[in-house]
């Protein structure tokens, strides 16, 4: 059974950091695409950032430059650095592979 599992999220003021994980199993995810989503209050949800399989990478433009995302394919694991965060990060964040979806990982940015 295919499970993803978002951690990391709370409550950070803004110009603060956060690091999201996500740990995948019951799969071998290594060969594919894996992304960060968000979704805020009242909002569709959207695309935040993608790694590929050779780890090539590619970022929103809302977040480029703070935010990084990184993998670790021996561990099935992905991850979203995010620094300088501003309340407009406020949001689920959701790790998306293939079909699949974590339950998601709230980030609350307030001072």
């Known amino acids: 059974q295919v499970q993803l599992v978002e951690s990391g999220g709370g409550l950070v003021q803004p110009g603060g950091s956060l690091r999201l994980s996500c740990a995948a199993s019951?799969?071998?995810?290594?060969?594919?695409?894996m992304t960060w989503q968000r979704q805020a209050p009242g909002q569709q949800r959207e695309w935040v950032a993608s790694?590929?399989?050779?780890?090539?990478?590619d970022y929103a433009d809302s977040v480029k430059g703070r935010f990084t995302i990184s993998r670790d394919n021996a561990k099935n694991m992905v991850y979203l650095q995010m620094n300088s965060l501003k309340a407009e990060d406020t949001a689920v964040y959701y790790c998306?592979?293939?079909?699949?979806w974590g339950q998601g990982t709230q980030v609350t940015v307030s001072s």
């Open positions: 019951g799969s071998d995810f290594s060969s594919n695409r």
């Open positions: 790694i590929r399989s050779d780890g090539t990478t």
């Open positions: 998306h592979v293939r079909v699949y």
